[in-house]
T-cell receptor
Framework: AQSVTQLGSHVSVSEGALVLLRCNYSSSVPPYLFWYVQYPNQGLQLLLK??????LVKGINGFEAEFKKSETSFHLTKPSAHMSDAAEYFCAVKGQNNDMRFGAGTRLTVKP | DAGVIQSPRHEVTEMGQEVTLRCKPISGHNSLFWYRQTMMRGLELLIY????????DSGMPEDRFSAKMPNASFSTLKIQPSEPRDSAVYFC?????????????FGDGTRLSIL
């Protein structure tokens, strides 16, 4: 069965610093992986998705994620954090019935 | 492009009352999902439908919860009777069923408070 694990429920960075949010997956088949962002009082929005076309995936708002099969990871990064990046981030993997398995989420805080 | 539309955005009611949450998926999407989000339990999948047919309702917490999808453009999640522990944000999401690379698109949620 497919699943994801997000390491770190809270991450705090300074404005301008590198953002690294960790996600490891478990899947018996080639995984379809996603990152979502949730701002306060809103639903989840798609940041980016991995579909095996390329291991480095670029998303919106300057975020990108790299698929590493050897490490079963799909970490999310952004070179320089902005105050507006403060939100909760969810990693997810597609299940075999088109359902989505979400991680527990990582809350990103950006300090001025 | 209209996204997933949920109503109401906020609902406050007393315990024991019936609560009905509504969702209109994106036109053309044939999979629909209901989630519940709380601080304690995070994001939980309650039930999902493919082509209006319930596929997996194992996440529905109790018989007090029921969901229907009478047609491709409308779904309801009903709680009867409601209890204070049902207080949460309920999200509806939709996606295209064909192709595993299709993401889910979320509504803005219904914030439910049971007093």
């Amino acid at each position: 069965a497919q699943s994801v694990t997000q390491l770190g429920s809270h991450v705090s960075v300074s404005e301008g610093a590198l953002v690294l949010l960790r996600c490891n997956y478990s899947s018996s088949v080639p995984p379809y992986l996603f990152w979502y962002v949730q701002y306060p009082n809103q639903g989840l929005q798609l940041l980016l998705k991995y579909t095996s076309a390329a291991t480095l995936v670029k998303g919106i708002n300057g975020f990108e994620a790299e698929f590493k099969k050897s490490e079963t990871s799909f970490h999310l990064t952004k070179p320089s954090a902005h105050m507006s990046d403060a939100a909760e981030y969810f990693c997810a993997v597609k299940g075999q019935n088109n359902d989505m398995r979400f991680g527990a989420g990582t809350r990103l805080t950006v300090k001025p | 492009d209209a996204g997933v539309i949920q109503s109401p955005r906020h609902e406050v009611t007393e315990m024991g009352q019936e609560v009905t949450l509504r969702c209109k998926p994106i036109s053309g999407h044939n999979s629909l999902f209901w989630y519940r989000q709380t601080m304690m339990r995070g994001l939980e999948l309650l039930i999902y439908f493919n082509n209006n047919v319930p596929i997996d309702d194992s996440g529905m917490p109790e018989d007090r919860f029921s969901a229907k999808m009478p047609n491709a453009s409308f779904s309801t999640l009903k709680i009867q009777p409601s209890e204070p522990r049902d207080s949460a944000v309920y999200f509806c999401a939709s996606s295209l069923r064909q192709g595993f690379n299709q993401p889910q698109h979320f509504g803005d949620g219904t914030r439910l408070s049971i007093l």
